[in-house]
């Protein structure tokens, strides 16, 4: 079994690091009971990415935004888990769409078993995750499948593109805050709403919370081009040779060009130019005005926490927006 996550937040005072690290094992004990089945290999696979570890940080930004409420109140650690079972499930999912071989260290689902096998296995999950939001009530039922609607929107408009006439950043930043804003904002939601807090504070956290997903992503993009792979322990450049292109690259695009850079990222990146669009791209503008648009979010998530109550679990979600941008550099 593979240890319980630690909660790696230096900035928040010694008693909620310890209320957070309590409902973190918490919520690991019950997202593994969760997924147990009759069946050996359905329990097998469900706990691949379970046992693979991750830091639970939407978890984690539930239990933190109970703290504007009461923070053991019941409901509260079986939302952590629904969320991070719908977290997990998607990742199967995208693995299967990405051709992925390799996830947290591990092989993929996908990979160790098959396509089939991976698909099946994130809806088992999200089938367990709707199994225990049936017992927290109607009104958050209803917050998951809209969460899950857009989703799934974004993960399709991110797959289709954007349209003729489209703005291809605007497109780009939608498809940000459907994949990866929604969750992290219905985490703040949850944790807030479950704990009793006020409906304005429950109103706050959750913009905010989608603001830090949007900005999450984009200094994801900016890492991808700035940093090493020591730094990051990823390969540096993996999106431009794929392909992806992220907003610095956008950027790019819509000076029009003609440029040795344009040209490079036109279309995937091919081994051989890699480092030359790598040294190009840290170099240009484009970088700054991401970095820019990065601090836009979390300056509109520091606006909506600023309202919150004067406790330590606001100053660790402004600490947090600190932290999303000097990660990027």
């Known amino acids: 079994m593979a240890a319980p996550p630690v909660v790696d937040l230096p900035f928040i005072d010694e008693r909620l690091s310890e209320d957070i690290a309590a409902g973190l094992a918490a919520v690991e004990k019950m997202l593994r009971s969760s997924v147990e089945s009759e069946d050996a290999f359905i329990t097998e696979a469900s706990r691949h990415l379970i046992e693979a570890g ?41 693995d299967v769409m990405d051709e992925a071989r390799v996830r947290r260290g591990s092989p993929s689902a996908n990979a160790r078993w098959d396509n089939t096998v991976a698909i099946l296995t994130g809806d088992y999950l999200f089938a367990q995750a709707s199994e225990i939001l049936a017992d927290l ?6 917050i998951q499948a809209q969460t899950f609607s857009r989703l799934v929107s ?36 949850f944790g807030a ?5 006020p ?7 959750t913009r905010a919370c989608e603001a830090i997903g949007v900005a999450w992503q984009l200094g994801d993009d900016l890492l991808d081009v700035a940093s090493s792979s020591s730094e990051s322990g990823k390969t540096p450049g993996t999106d431009l040779r794929e392909g992806v292109r992220t907003l610095p690259v956008l ?3 819509a000076d029009g060009g003609p440029s040795r850079l344009h040209t490079l990222l036109s279309g995937p990146v091919p081994e051989e130019n890699l480092d030359e669009a790598l040294e190009l791209l840290r170099a240009h503008p484009a970088m700054d005005r991401a970095r820019l648009e990065l601090v836009r979010w979390a ?13 330590p679990a606001k100053a660790a979600f402004m600490a947090l927006c600190d932290y999303v941008v000097a990660r990027s550099g």
């Open 54 to 94: 991750g830091k639970r940080f939407r978890a984690m930004l539930v239990l933190l935004a109970a703290q504007f409420g009461n923070a053991a109140a019941p409901g509260v650690v079986p939302g952590a888990v629904v969320i991070e079972l719908t977290h997990l499930a998607t990742l199967y999912h995208d």
């Open 251 to 253: 950027y790019v695009l």
């Open 193 to 197: 709403m479950l704990a009793g807090a």
């Open 137 to 142: 009530g109607p009104e958050l039922i209803r």
């Open 154 to 189: 974004g993960q399709i408009r991110e797959t289709t593109g954007p349209r003729p006439g489209d703005d291809p950043i605007e497109h780009y930043i939608r498809v940000l805050a459907d994949k990866t804003g929604s969750l992290i904002a219905t985490s703040g939601r």
């Open 299 to 311: 300056d509109r998530a520091r606006e909506d926490l600023a309202g919150l109550p004067d406790i």
């Open 199 to 205: 409906a304005d504070v429950v109103d706050r956290v």
